[in-house]
Structure formats: structure tokens, C-alpha cells
């Protein structure tokens, strides 16, 4: 569905976007792949690896309307990647925050329809259900701002939807290429901030297969979630620091014990498919009914239980030590 096709990741200089990129350029041949983000020097070392004819370098933020109604100008899809992220930086500056996970959000969906882009996926976090933080409040606000923009659409054809997943490994921000730095310079224990913490666990090229799959599978108002393993925090640093101490640091800032990626409170509008879940929309779309219990790929799902939640603590499947490593060594 992307042959011929052009595509512009919002935040693409990002872990997400190489990989995506790279992805694209291996699986299909695209018209146009447009990386849009605020760094130029990011944005000059992603063009040394990424130098195909089809690709095209914009600096920009997503604050900017302005600038991202010039950049959407003949797309056909959009992964919406952008994101303040750092969940302690957020808590210390929150005005920021909301800059770029609100109103960017509000100026992606705006800038998607008045250029009548075709499909529009926004990455989402585990961090957005049952928020206790404020890039969580963010992004859940963000995720709500997209399930919506499919009735500010009216009679247009742009389909806008949400990913929500996990941690990422070895991503940018991770706490595996911490481990790895502090093992490198020497360091004789690693930090962990409580030994009870679970969390959901995937690869990078897990994120962007998902990512990809579901824009065959998106009507417009889905969340998607991934069925992923979790990991507990304990396991990830025998993973890496087999000999090495433990040290219990606390807490960060806005940090919770587990988390959560379908809350309870949404199991009457979750629905179940082989290898994901799908948050269907609380509020009902005007002029437009939806069976989401059938998807893009003709896959058939059905209402969980009522109460269900998805939970990295209770969750069915945790990696071992060792499989922690294995899916390391595939990123």
C-alpha cells in the first residue's frame, strides 16, 4: 500500500523513524518518505545513511502549523512520532510538554485534513492509560484529540488512529543503553529505581511491523495494542550485569510501579484479536458507522470480559534473563 506513495514521519530523525524508514526502503518503493523534525544535525546524520532519491529532509516542529501545512502538501500517510518523552523533564517543565504532545497533536490533525492526507497513525505510550504522569496526561490527551479528529473530518476522507506500546528496546531514552554505558565505563552495580517494577517489553522493528500492519487494518478511532511480554527490572539488569550489585535508587518523578496499556475502566470498548487488542471510540462518529469487530484485513475480534485489563504485572508472558538478551541481539 505505499508503493507510489508518499509518507512523512513527524519526529523522524527518532529511533522510530530510522527504523521505519528503513523499512519502508527494504519493503516498498515509495514516491516520497518526508522526515520532519526541529534537529538539523540529527536530520544531516540520518541523510548520510538515508540518501535514496525518494527521500526528502524537512526542518520543522510540530508547533508550527504553519510549517506543517507546508510540509503536508501532497501526503498520502503520516506516522505522527514527535513527542516530548522524557517522562522527569516533563514533570520539571510543563508548559513544554504541552506545546508539543497537545497542541502539535491539535496542528498534525489540522495541517492532515486541510491537506487531505489519507491516513494518519499516532504513536501513543502505555504511559497514556491511567495516567499518573504529565507526558502520560499529554499523550492521552493526544490520543483523544486523534480519536476525535475523525468526526472534525465531516464528509473528508482523512482516517485518523492511535499505537499504543510499550518500552522500547535500546530506543533513545531507554534504560538498556544506560546499563550498557555504565557496564562499558566500569561501573561495579547498576541502578534500579524499586525491584518490584514490571513493563512491557518490545522490539524497535516489532513497533514499526505493528505500526504498518495497522494502517492496512485502521477504519478511523482505534487505538491498537499489541499483545507484548513484559519484563521485570530485576531480570533486565541480571540480563546485562550478571555479577553486578543492584543498587535500589527510588522512584522517579511521575514514574509508576507497572503499567498499563487497556485499562479496566475500557474493557466494554476493547476488543480482542489474535495478536491485539483494539480501544474502540467512547463517543459515536457522525455520519459514519463503524464495525470494529472486523478490521482493514478482514481479521474478526471480539469484547473482552468485562473488568479486563492489560497489566505488566499480571501480565501472561514475562522474558527470561536469557530472552531478554536474545531479542536484544535482533535490535
Known amino acids: 500500500m505505499f508503493n507510489n506513495k508518499s509518507i512523512l514521519i513527524t519526529g523522524g530523525t527518532g529511533s522510530f523513524g530510522h527504523k521505519y524508514t528503513q523499512t519502508l526502503l527494504q519493503r516498498y518503493k515509495p514516491k516520497r518518505i518526508i522526515i520532519f523534525s526541529r534537529d538539523e544535525l540529527k536530520q544531516y546524520e540520518m541523510q548520510q545513511k538515508f540518501d535514496q532519491s525518494c527521500m526528502r529532509y524537512f526542518i520543522g516542529d510540530v508547533r508550527d502549523s504553519d510549517r506543517l501545512m507546508q510540509a503536508f502538501k501532497g501526503v498520502d ?33 489540522r495541517a492532515a485534513i ?15 492509560a491511567n495516567p499518573i504522569n504529565l507526558y502520560g496526561a499529554t499523550k492521552l490527551a493526544s490520543d483523544k484529540l486523534f480519536v476525535a479528529a475523525n468526526n472534525m473530518v465531516g464528509s473528508g476522507k482523512t482516517r485518523f488512529a492511535a499505537v499504543r506500546y510499550g518500552n522500547v528496546v535500546g530506543s533513545r531514552g531507554s534504560v538498556v543503553p544506560f546499563f550498557k554505558k555504565l557496564i562499558a565505563d566500569g561501573s561495579t552495580s547498576l541502578p534500579i529505581t524499586h525491584p518490584d517494577m514490571t513493563r512491557f517489553w518490545i522490539s524497535l522493528q516489532e513497533g514499526v511491523d505493528f505500526v504498518l ?32 550489585k543492584q543498587d535500589v535508587v527510588g522512584i522517579r518523578p511521575g514514574e509508576k510501579m507497572h503499567e498499563i496499556m487497556c485499562p479496566s475502566d475500557d474493557s466494554h470498548h476493547t476488543i480482542e484479536f489474535n495478536d491485539h487488542f483494539v480501544i474502540t471510540p467512547s463517543i459515536k462518529f457522525f455520519g459514519k458507522k463503524v464495525n470494529y469487530y472486523v478490521n482493514g484485513q478482514q481479521q474478526v475480534g471480539q469484547l473482552v470480559p468485562q473488568g479486563f485489563e492489560y497489566h505488566s504485572g499480571s501480565n501472561s508472558h514475562f522474558l527470561s534473563v536469557n530472552e531478554i538478551l536474545e531479542l536484544d541481539s535482533l535490535v
Open 77 to 109: 500517510y503520516v506516522i505522527h512520532a514527535a513527542a516530548m518523552k522524557h517522562v522527569p523533564a516533563a514533570e520539571y517543565n510543563p508548559m513544554e510538554c504541552i506545546k508539543t504532545n497537545i497542541h502539535g497533536a491539535e496542528n498534525v490533525i
Open 114 to 128: 486541510a491537506n487531505g492526507v489519507n491516513k494518519v497513525i499516532a504513536l501513543s505510550t502505555d504511559k497514556a
Open 213 to 244: 500492519k495497522n494502517f492496512e487494518r485502521m477504519q478511523g478511532g482505534e487505538i491498537f495494542v499489541p499483545k507484548i511480554p513484559s519484563i521485570r527490572i530485576t531480570d533486565l539488569a541480571k540480563a546485562y550485569g550478571d555479577n553486578l
